[in-house]
T-cell receptor, first 116, second 114 residues
């Protein structure tokens, strides 16, 4: 199993450009999450999904959109990138039902995004 | 609302010395507690968790944490650190009545001095 994978690993954008970050998991997890990590601020939740076709806002959703068209994929979009969105983005997934890994979020390796 | 405070942004310690990373939380409801570790240039991975039962929980690599309800703390300890423990450690809580979200601390960087 690959676990949680993220594409791309690195990206540099100019202000105003758009892009989509892809998260894929092969563990059949229901819940998926997008976080951003900034120095000294820990992880902040951007959006999350509790199942295919559903999304919900997290702590810092402004400037981002998400879609969960397939259970295994969770896409994070930036329509018009701003320098304040320079960050490391992590995707995570978690099973819905009690069992192995129920109380654990499984993380991808991250995407380092720079907006100039 | 819940919040998690990790009082130290960095903790330098000599190799083979003991270490304690502090975590305090506030919550109006009961919570589950977690420690995650992030090695350099990697994603986070679960180190240990407290769900119920014994208040002392241990990881396979020698870390332990104790849930103290009266002090609302979940400090992480290791009696003897190794260079391979160099990482950032995050404390997190989840409400027992919520299935979705973790509330995260700001993280503590453990710096091992040779």
């Amino acid at each position: 199993n690959a676990g949680v994978t993220q594409t791309p690993k690195f990206r540099v954008l100019k202000t105003g450009q758009s892009m989509t970050l892809l998260c894929a998991q092969d563990m059949n997890h229901e819940y998926m999450y997008w976080y951003r990590q900034d120095p000294g601020m820990g992880l902040r939740l951007i959006h999350y999904s509790v199942g295919e076709g559903t999304t919900a806002k997290g702590e810092v959703p402004d400037g981002y959109n998400v879609s969960r068209l397939k259970k295994q994929n969770f896409l994070l979009g930036l329509e018009s990138a701003a320098p304040s969105q320079t960050s490391v983005y992590f995707c995570a997934s978690r099973p819905e039902k009690p069992g192995q890994g129920y109380n654990e979020q499984f993380f991808g390796p991250g995407t380092r995004l720079t907006v100039l | 609302a819940q919040s998690v405070t990790q009082l130290d942004s960095q903790v330098p310690v000599f190799e083979e010395a003991p270490v304690e990373l502090r975590c305090n939380y506030s919550s109006s409801v009961s919570v589950y507690l977690f420690w995650y570790v992030q090695y350099p240039n990697q994603g986070l991975q679960l180190l240990l968790k407290y769900l119920s039962g014994s208040t002392l929980v241990k990881s396979i690599n020698g870390f332990e944490a104790e849930f103290n309800k009266s002090q609302t703390s979940f400090h992480l300890r290791k009696p003897s650190v190794h260079i391979s423990d160099t990482a950032e450690y995050f404390c997190a809580v989840r409400r027992m009545d919520s299935n979705y979200q973790l509330i995260w601390g700001a993280g503590t960087k453990l710096i091992i001095k040779p």
